[in-house]
T-cell receptor
Framework: GQQVMQIPQYQHVQEGEDFTTYCNSS?????IQWYKQRPGGHPVFLIQ?????EVKKQKRLTFQFGEAKKNSSLHITATQTTDVGTYFC???????????FGQGTELSVKP | DTAVSQTPKYLVTQMGNDKSIKCEQN?????MYWYKQDSKKFLKIMFS???????INETVPNRFSPKSPDKAHLNLHINSLELGDSAVYFC????????????FGPGTRLTVL
């Protein structure tokens, strides 16, 4: 079945360092979504990428969708303690609205 | 003004008991979901309803039965609870099926003793 793999599983950084998480799908995706879950919280939608090669920015966050629409990345520049949490990518599986989530990357930021 | 709400937030119960979790959304969405998040934070979809109709039914034990009385509510009833059912259960909703962003509820942390 369709799989969405995400690496790394954990990332510990010093405040001010950059951070990147990578997402790979076993199949071509119509779009990819990114969510952030703060410790003890619930997943919150960040962004959706639809076009091949698309790049979108949200302040210090840069999201990319691969040319083949099978991989994606989230890059955070100059991390802050408020960036702490688990970042999930998710891709839709068929038209039923089913999202396949990656395993998540848990980011911790040391002040 | 909560968009997606769940009750209860915490649920501690004994093995073998039956329990229910309720979910309501006031976003006007017509699709609702139940997810299970295990201790390793892996999020897995369990069920999806669109306009009260069951759309997605993953490989979930028959002890789990969702019910959608209307498109703003999706409840989850669990019979004969087992230790392995301990997890955080998230309700979510979206506008239409397909490729739309999903809005998650705050979660229900279920602990089975």
């Amino acid at each position: 079945g369709q799989q969405v793999m995400q690496i790394p599983q954990y990332q510990h950084v010093q405040e001010g360092e950059d951070f990147t998480t990578y997402c790979n799908s076993s199949t071509t995706l119509s779009n990819i979504q990114w969510y952030k879950q703060r410790p003890g919280g619930h997943p919150v939608f960040l962004i959706q990428l639809v076009k091949s090669g698309e790049v979108k920015k949200q302040k210090r966050l840069t999201f990319q969708f691969g040319e083949a629409k099978k991989n994606s990345s989230l890059h955070i520049t100059a991390t802050q303690t408020t960036d702490v949490g688990t970042y999930f990518c998710a891709g839709p599986y068929n038209q039923g609205g089913k999202l396949i989530f990656g395993q998540g990357t848990e980011l911790s930021v040391k002040p | 003004d909560t968009a997606v709400s769940q009750t209860p937030k915490y649920l501690v119960t004994q093995m073998g008991n039956d329990k229910s979790i309720k979910c309501e959304q006031n976003l006007g969405h017509d699709t609702m979901y139940w997810y299970k998040q295990d201790s390793k934070k892996f999020l897995k979809i369990m069920f999806s309803y669109n306009n009260k109709e069951l759309i997605i039914n993953e490989t979930v034990p028959n002890r789990f039965s969702p019910k959608s009385p209307d498109k703003a509510h999706l409840n989850l009833h669990i019979n004969s609870l087992e230790l392995g059912d301990s997890a955080v259960y998230f309700c979510a909703s979206s506008h239409r099926q397909g490729n739309n962003e999903q809005f998650f509820g705050p979660g229900t942390r279920l602990t089975v003793l």
